[in-house]
């Protein structure tokens, strides 16, 4: 069995060899998992380029999915309002719109946290307190007297022998040594790496305008209503307004809201104390609504306004912010 697992870590290494992306697939739990940690020590050993890790936070994906299926439901609900003729569609579609930010305050409270945690984990990170199955119930497969042999002498051995490759010392050096080397590299040059994308909330432009797509398919529904009869007006709802909401205003609001409620847990601490995290969810989805009339507000005031300019310089106002708040390279 020892032989087979030997035989398996060294199938994994020449896998990762030939492998031009890590994909991490992160969750709270990535970082205190022997094996998850392996893949990482793995490719900083083979000297594969950071810049090919895929990061994804796995909340986060299944937050993004969340608000986008909200959102998609308030604008089919809108336009079937729209075919039936319904007077109260506007307000059908506030309420609508009220609704799809609740799941939003939500995520981003989540996703807040968990950047938060994912920073914390990685300061901090020693391979030491990682844990396996094996270590878990004491070298012994549950149920059973069949003893188990241990990863993590498995894991340690491996990084030792990669630590001897690199550094080219033929004895090697002692293994709390290697290990330190290790979880050095991974506080620094690993953490770097990760935390040095999309800044301190890690939400980038990509994935906000994924969030707010069904925005755009909403806009191609008008657009294809109005283009025949009216071109002009077309050009000015459909380019000026409905992009302008999908494209600059909904990413400023959000990435806006995500860095108010970062602040309001900093000055509440609510995370530690679950009965005022709930007392404040009210607080957080106002200040969320906020945020987004605060840039929305003015888009649509300026529907009544006959002159085209005005929309012209708020939207030209609203890509010099989304240029300057993108960082350079954006992968997560
Ligand atoms: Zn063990």
Not at 192 to 211: E, H, M, N, Q
Not at 261 to 286: E, G, N, Q, V
């Amino acid at each position: 069995m020892k032989n087979a697992r030997r035989q398996l870590s060294k199938a994994w290494r020449v896998f990762l060899h030939h492998s031009n992306q890590l994909v991490v697939c992160w969750t709270g739990r990535y970082f205190t998992r022997l094996w998850c940690v392996y893949e990482i020590a793995s490719w900083l050993y083979l000297n594969k380029s950071l810049d090919s890790i895929v990061f994804r936070s796995v909340p986060l994906e299944r937050d993004k999915l969340i608000l986008m299926l909200a959102l998609a439901a308030t604008y089919f609900i809108y336009s079937v309002a729209l075919l039936v003729g319904l007077n109260e569609r506007r307000l059908l579609f506030y309420i609508g719109f009220a609704l799809a930010l609740v799941p939003l305050e939500r995520s981003l409270r989540d996703m807040t946290r968990q950047m938060k945690l994912l920073d914390e984990q990685l300061g901090t990170f020693t391979i030491r307190q990682s844990s396996c199955f094996c270590c878990s119930h004491n070298h012994t497969m549950p149920g059973t007297d069949l003893k188990i042999p241990c990863d993590r002498k498995l894991v340690y051995s491996t990084i030792r022998s990669w630590h001897r490759e690199t550094t080219e010392q033929n004895h090697g050096s002692p293994l709390d040594d290697c290990l330190e080397e290790f979880d050095c590299r991974v506080r620094t040059e690993f953490a770097s790496k990760i935390k040095g994308r999309a800044g301190k909330c890690r939400l980038t432009y990509r994935d906000t305008i994924l969030w707010t797509s069904p925005i755009m398919w909403h806009t191609c529904d008008v657009a294809v209503c109005m283009s025949v009869a009216h071109k002009i007006d077309v050009i000015r709802l459909v380019l000026l307004e409905f992009v302008a909401l999908w494209l600059l205003v909904m990413p400023i609001s959000v990435k806006m809201s995500q860095h108010v409620l970062r602040f309001l847990d900093s000055i509440t601490t609510a995370p530690a104390h679950p009965k005022l995290d709930r007392m404040l969810i009210p607080l957080r989805y106002s200040l969320i609504v906020v945020c987004f009339l605060l840039w929305w507000l003015p888009l649509h005031l300026s529907r009544n306004i006959e002159s085209v300019f005005p929309v012209i310089a708020y939207d030209a106002l609203l890509l010099l912010i989304v240029a300057m708040a993108s960082p350079q390279k954006r992968r997560y």
